[in-house]
Every structure is written in structure tokens, then in C-alpha cells.
């Protein structure tokens, strides 16, 4: 217990010198956080949109103008001439426009917008069709009404991001802890030395575990308040859950550190793997793009990435979406086995001695 | 110059040998084109997906002289079929077995299955549906309410999102149908609707091409920042640098032999983006011309003064490499490689003004007529220049080229 309670006191001296080390864990993810939260804020959702009209002298346009008020578009804007509003739309003045020649109803998208012109042109099919039935004397005989069942009923993109952001942190703590930390210990001979004293490599493990763990909840709190404060984004934490899984994800993804350092053999390789599998698990898992817009062979492989299942726990436990009980303790329950199984392992490559 | 040309041999055959080098300027600009290309090509089509569906016709039995809740349910069935040519359907659909069970219960467990992700969206067709539409095709416009549709999704799923948008596009194609039948609806005065895109010169690009360029330069953005104050940051605190001092070569000699070797690396990184992005997704943009080969290598010397800046600010590798990695990830997304930078606050955008790469970006696919130019050439010119010259003073006063001196 002495030994434990040494280790991890210099085990959190160690992280908290480390400047590089502090800056990925806490400012990394605050700066994923602002930037894709203004970036990317209302991507996917065309509530908010600006539409830009042009009615010619002589064409009624009022029809038109009471459609687009009744489908919800946030603002609109008259121009009069096709080159003023292809102007304001390059100019970002509005998101997207419609001129009526009292025959054709043409809208105007921004080529350059490719990831949200789909929400624009969803909007514009809407005006079209009310449109035209208004255009008739009709209204509509189908009315949609939609319910949202479950998880957060505002949910736009970004509030899906946050969470996998989190689960990003999460990994990326676990997984260099491990493929990092021990490593570069190992790199450095520091374990050569370690093992020689009374100390269990089980107390070592057990100090960098707790180190992890509070870095971890102390970061992924730090985010979620940003997101909170700067976006409003509302969440409804679980926080017992959010705890557990906390727990389950660090330990099991310290374990796939642990398998990262097997496989290579260098020490100093396992990071940079590390790096690499980060990186290509953050862009197939469904953490910046939602993962129902990906082809159906990425959509198959995300299955097959931790993260994946990581940031579905995570916006679980923090409300944004629901899924069944049963699904949340298998994830946290095989991420807590896989990485308590691997410990041992981890335990034994800390005693081995190192391949020169 | 026989030095010079040694050193930037000696530069690439590093780069080339390191196979984590090799995974980061090579194979990860390759993996970002292909990736993004792959899923922003489609976005918003919904060829490629289908949605699992459930559709409870609470309405049976109580219909009054046409059932049209059974049209509209028969529609969702049409649409769960296999395409002709064998595709995938829009919809899989669940439905209560014909001619019994408590629909009530099936809508209750249909909504629990939403709930954890096993349905994409419930149709609930209420009682009642078919008397209240006639109703509402009888009486005159805005006289009667239509008649009610439920679609339950689930919140904070894309894919329940997705659905209800797709569902809510094939219920207005019901909607006309049904007043087509009944009478009420001339085709021949249908409003012709067009679509027209501007932004660009060019109007017959893709999105590969207005991502292919961006994808250019953040491997040159890469490979400055990471690869510049790594190689100067290891190979001094390693003591490489130290043994190129005892020999006759000097630091711009050095230096002209570092960055020549960098430029054949994005040279060999470019044609390799290139090449995937015209033959294996077809882009059309023509960047061999002199204006576009102009801001390319205008975009290499920048990055390179950006990456001797990072080297000159940072003590140790390892500083060096938080400082490059802190500073990639805002330069990047807020010079609009990947993403639109609309909307911003005045905080972020006196940071998009500042980015060097906001301007080579706009330059560059201005330049090969994927978009209209936001700036003028000269200020897309003169600021990445600015920059250049300003990190070559910093970095003169500040880098030290050996651990001892």
C-alpha cells in the first residue's frame, strides 16, 4: 500500500510536468470542442436558414413568400435581380435562394456548401411542394406529425459530436497511457529500475490506472461544461452510469494499449500505432461524420471499432440518444473484462526485460 | 551545390524509410481524400441506405368509403421491394401480421424497438385516418385539418433524422397522388421546379474537386509542421546536427539542401494525391498550370516557414511536437480545407484572417476555377509571403542549431 501510494503520487507529479501530455488531454479536446462547435454548429439542420427570393415586377410572389413562412425558414431576404442574389449567396449573406418567374420556381445553392446543401435542398423540396399545391388553391391533405421517442429531442450534430469527442478523450488517455507512458518508461530503462525495488508491478499499474482515471473524469468534465456553457448544448447526465463507463473504458482501452505494445517491437512503435489507430478509428466511427452518410463497407467496418461503440455509451449515459440497457453493460462489461484481462499481461511485459 | 543535392537525398530516403512518416504524408492525405470523397460525393442521396421502418395501421377497420390508410401503408410496402436492377430498397419494413393482433401493443413495441436502435422511425397511421383526409379533400382549402400522420423517431439518431425526412418526402408524393385521384389537383399547372448552383466557375466539378485540392494542402501542412521541428528538434537534441557542423557544409547550405529535400517529399506527396483523386474518383481539376503550380509551391515554402517557426519557439521534440499539434488542428479547419468557415465568431475569425492557409486554399481553388475567389490575388499572395518572412526573422533570431552552442 505504501509502495501504491508512492507511486502514485510520483505518477501524478510525472503527468502533471508533462506539458505536452496535459495539453492533448485537456486543451486538445476544448479546441475540438469550439472550433467544430462554430464550424459545424448547425450542419445537418436547416433550422436557422437564410432564403434569398427573387420575384420579377409583375410576378405575385406573396403565395410563395407565406409558403416559405410556413415551413420554417428563419429569415428571408428579397433581392431584386437572379445577380444579386447569386451574389449574397456567395457572399454567405443567405444559405440558399429561390427566384420564381412565375412559371419555374428555381433554388440556388452555394456549390461550395456540399456537406449542408442536403438539409437546404430537403428545405426547398418542402417550399416546392407546398408550393405548389398552394399554387392550385389546395392545402395539403397529409399532415406529418413527428414524435421524438427517447434521447435529446433537440439533438442537432453537434450534440452528437460532444459525446464522441469525450469517448475520443477517453481512448486516447487509455490508450497512451499504455502505448505511451509505460512504454516510453520501458524506452527509457525507468522499469529496469522500478523492478528492482520492492515494488509490485500490479501497485504501478494500479497508481497509473488511478492517475488515468481521474485525468479522464477531470477532462471529459472540463469538455462537457465547455460545450454547455459555449454551446448550450443540453445533456442529462447519468452520472452513475457515466462513472461506470468512465471506469470500463479506461481500464479496457488501457488493455488495447496493452495488445498495441505486444505487436510491435520497439517500444517506441507502439505509440506511434497508437497514433495511427486513433486516428483512423476517430474518422470511421462515426465522431465528426454521422456514420448513417458513410458507404455501407464503412458503415459495416465502424462496427468493428471500440470507438464507435465507446461514443454510443457516451452520448447513452449523457442522454443525447437511448439505447437498450442490455447493450450498455455489454460494452462496458466487455471493455471492463477484455481490459482487466490484459492487465496481467501489461504486468508482465513491465517486469520483462526489454529486447536489445 | 554536390552537398546540397546529398542532403536532400539523404532528407527523402530518411522520410521514405520511416514507415510512420511514410503513413502520415502519404497514405493519410491518400485515406482523407478517399474517405471524405467516398462519404460528402453521396451526401444527402439515399441510394445507398435504407431504413428499417415499421408502419402501424391503427386506422383498420374504421375506414370510411376509401381506405386510404391502407394506400398509404401499401406505398411504404411498394417501397420496401427490391429495386429492379436488384439494389438495395429504400425501406425494410415491419409490419403487424395481416388481419390480426392488438396494433395498439405492436405500436408500443414497435416505439420500444426505436427507443434502442433497432427501428429508424414508426409510421403510426392514427384512427379515424381516412375519414378525417376525405374530409379534408371535401371542404375547401384551409377550411378542414388534414389528416393526421405520427412519426415517431428517436432523438440524437442521424439515421431516425434521416428517415423522417425521407418518409416526410414520399408521404407529399402520397398526398399528391391522393388528390390527383380525387380530382383536385391539375398536373398540367404543376410548378416546374429547377436547381441551379453557384460558387464556382465551374460548374460541371464535383466535390472531388473542390476537396482534392484541400486534401493537397493539408499533406504539405503535415509535412511542414511535423516533419521540419522534428527532424531539426531530434536531430539536435539527438546530436545528428552537431556531426553536418564538424564537416565543411554551413547553415544555409544546410538549410538549402533541408528545404529542397521537403520540396521533393510534397512533390512525390502531390502526385500521389493527385493521381488517386483524378483516376480512382475522377477528378476534373486541372492543377498544372502555372497559377495553381504558383500557390502550390507558394503553400510549400509557407508550411516550411511555419514548421522552422515551430522549431525556433520549441526547447525540446516533444514540445515541438504539442506546439505543431495544437497549431495544425485550428489553422487547418478554419482555413476552410475541408469545411465552409461561414459563420464564426469575431475571436475565430480574427483567426481565419490571420491563417495563412485560408488564403493558399481560396487562392488555389479560385485558381483552377473551383470556387470564386473571396480575396484578391495579391492579398492570396502577399499574406502567405508575409508569413514566410516573418517566421524567416523569428526563426533567424531564435533557432539554435546545436544543443551546446
Not at chain 1, 469527442?165 to 524506452?187: D, E, P, R, W, Y
Not at chain 2, 493519410?28 to 415499421?54: E, H, M
Not at chain 2, 429504400?90 to 420500444?112: N, Q, R, V, W
Request: charged letters at 15%; proline letters at 4%.
Amino acid at each position: 500500500m505504501k509502495a501504491f501510494r508512492a507511486l502514485l503520487r510520483s505518477e501524478l507529479s510525472v503527468f502533471l510536468r508533462d506539458k505536452a501530455m496535459l495539453t492533448f488531454t485537456f486543451l486538445f479536446p476544448l479546441l475540438f470542442i469550439v472550433i467544430f462547435g462554430y464550424l459545424l454548429g448547425g450542419t445537418g439542420s436547416a433550422s436557422g436558414s437564410k432564403l434569398g427570393l427573387v420575384t420579377p415586377t409583375g410576378v405575385d410572389g406573396s403565395r410563395l413568400e407565406s409558403v416559405v413562412a410556413e415551413v420554417g425558414v428563419a429569415q428571408l431576404q428579397r433581392y431584386a435581380a437572379p445577380g444579386d442574389l447569386e451574389k449574397a449567396i456567395v457572399a454567405r449573406d443567405v444559405d440558399f435562394g429561390a427566384v420564381w418567374d412565375g412559371a419555374t420556381l428555381t433554388f440556388v445553392y452555394d456549390i461550395r456548401r456540399t456537406q449542408e446543401n442536403f438539409a437546404f435542398e430537403e428545405l426547398a423540396q418542402g417550399i416546392a411542394a407546398r408550393f405548389d399545391l398552394a399554387n392550385q388553391g389546395r392545402s395539403p391533405l397529409l399532415d406529418v406529425v413527428p414524435m421524438v421517442e427517447g434521447g435529446e429531442r433537440n439533438a442537432d450534430w453537434f450534440t452528437l459530436v460532444v459525446p464522441g469527442i469525450l469517448a475520443f478523450s477517453i481512448l486516447s488517455a487509455g490508450l497512451f497511457a499504455v502505448a505511451g507512458h509505460v512504454t516510453s518508461m520501458k524506452q527509457r530503462r525507468l522499469l529496469e529500475r522500478l523492478v528492482v525495488t520492492p515494488m509490485s508491478p500490479v501497485a504501478l499499474l494500479a497508481a497509473i490506472v488511478v492517475v488515468r482515471l481521474g485525468v479522464v473524469f477531470l477532462s471529459t468534465l472540463a469538455t462537457l461544461v465547455t460545450a454547455v456553457a459555449l454551446f448550450h448544448v443540453a445533456f442529462h447526465v447519468n452520472w452513475l452510469y457515466y462513472a461506470l463507463f468512465l471506469v470500463a473504458a479506461t481500464v479496457g482501452t488501457m488493455g488495447l494499449g496493452t495488445l498495441l505494445t505486444l505487436v510491435v517491437r520497439q517500444p517506441s512503435s507502439a505509440s506511434s500505432l497508437a497514433n495511427v489507430l486513433s486516428m483512423l478509428m476517430l474518422f470511421v466511427s462515426g465522431i465528426y461524420f454521422p456514420i448513417e452518410i458513410m458507404p455501407s463497407f464503412l458503415r459495416a467496418l465502424s462496427m468493428a471499432m471500440p470507438l464507435r461503440h465507446m461514443a454510443d455509451a457516451m452520448r447513452y449515459t449523457t442522454g443525447v440518444m437511448d439505447m437498450s440497457e442490455l447493450r450498455f453493460w455489454m460494452i462496458c462489461g466487455t471493455f471492463l473484462i477484455g481490459g482487466l484481462a490484459l492487465l496481467p499481461i501489461l504486468a508482465r511485459y513491465v517486469v520483462r526485460v526489454d529486447r536489445r | 551545390m554536390r552537398g546540397i543535392v546529398y542532403l536532400a537525398r539523404a532528407y527523402l530516403a530518411t522520410a521514405l524509410r520511416e514507415r510512420i512518416t511514410l503513413f502520415w504524408f502519404l497514405v493519410f492525405p491518400l485515406f482523407v481524400l478517399a474517405l471524405f470523397s467516398a462519404i460528402f460525393a453521396n451526401v444527402g442521396q439515399t441510394t445507398s441506405l435504407t431504413f428499417d421502418i415499421a408502419v402501424v395501421n391503427l386506422d383498420r377497420g374504421s375506414a370510411g368509403r376509401v381506405d386510404f390508410a391502407a394506400s398509404v401503408a401499401s406505398t411504404f410496402r411498394e417501397l420496401s421491394q427490391p429495386g429492379a436492377s436488384g439494389s438495395e430498397p429504400l425501406f425494410k419494413l415491419h409490419e403487424p401480421a395481416a388481419g390480426g393482433g392488438d396494433t395498439e401493443a405492436t405500436l408500443a413495441s414497435e416505439i420500444d424497438a426505436l427507443k434502442v436502435g433497432k427501428r429508424d422511425a414508426v409510421v403510426e397511421i392514427p384512427a379515424g385516418f381516412s375519414d378525417a383526409l376525405l374530409k379534408a379533400a371535401e371542404a375547401s382549402t384551409g377550411s378542414a385539418l388534414p389528416a393526421e400522420i405520427r412519426v415517431h423517431t428517436s432523438g440524437g439518431r442521424t439515421s431516425s433524422d434521416m428517415a423522417l425526412g425521407i418518409i416526410e418526402q414520399v408521404l407529399v408524393r402520397v398526398d399528391r397522388h391522393i388528390l390527383t385521384q380525387l380530382g383536385l389537383f391539375d398536373g398540367a399547372r404543376v410548378v416546374v421546379v429547377g436547381r441551379q448552383e453557384v460558387g464556382s466557375e465551374n460548374r460541371a466539378l464535383g466535390y472531388v474537386d473542390f476537396l482534392l485540392p484541400g486534401v493537397v494542402l493539408m499533406g504539405f501542412l503535415t509535412a511542414g509542421l511535423f516533419s521540419v521541428p522534428g527532424t531539426i528538434l531530434f536531430g539536435r537534441e539527438r546530436r545528428i546536427l552537431r556531426g553536418y557542423w564538424v564537416t565543411p557544409l554551413d547553415v544555409p547550405r544546410f538549410l538549402a539542401g533541408f528545404s529542397l529535400g521537403h520540396l521533393a517529399l510534397c512533390a512525390l506527396q502531390f502526385v500521389c494525391v493527385w493521381v488517386l483523386g483524378r483516376f480512382a474518383f475522377g477528378a476534373h481539376v486541372n492543377l498544372f498550370q502555372p497559377l495553381p503550380m504558383l500557390y502550390l509551391v507558394l503553400s510549400v515554402a509557407t508550411f516550411l516557414a511555419l514548421g522552422f517557426l515551430v522549431a525556433a519557439l520549441a526547447r525540446t521534440p516533444n514540445a515541438g511536437m504539442a506546439i505543431a499539434n495544437i497549431v495544425n488542428m485550428p489553422i487547418m479547419f478554419l482555413g476552410g480545407l475541408f469545411f465552409p468557415t461561414g459563420s464564426v465568431p469575431p475571436a475565430l475569425r480574427v483567426i481565419m484572417m490571420a491563417d495563412p492557409v485560408t488564403y493558399l486554399a481560396d487562392g488555389l481553388r479560385a485558381s483552377v476555377g473551383v470556387n470564386t475567389a473571396s480575396f484578391p490575388a495579391a492579398v492570396s499572395l502577399g499574406i502567405p509571403c508575409a508569413w514566410i518572412v516573418g517566421c524567416a526573422i523569428v526563426a533567424s533570431l531564435r533557432l539554435k542549431w546545436d544543443v551546446g552552442r
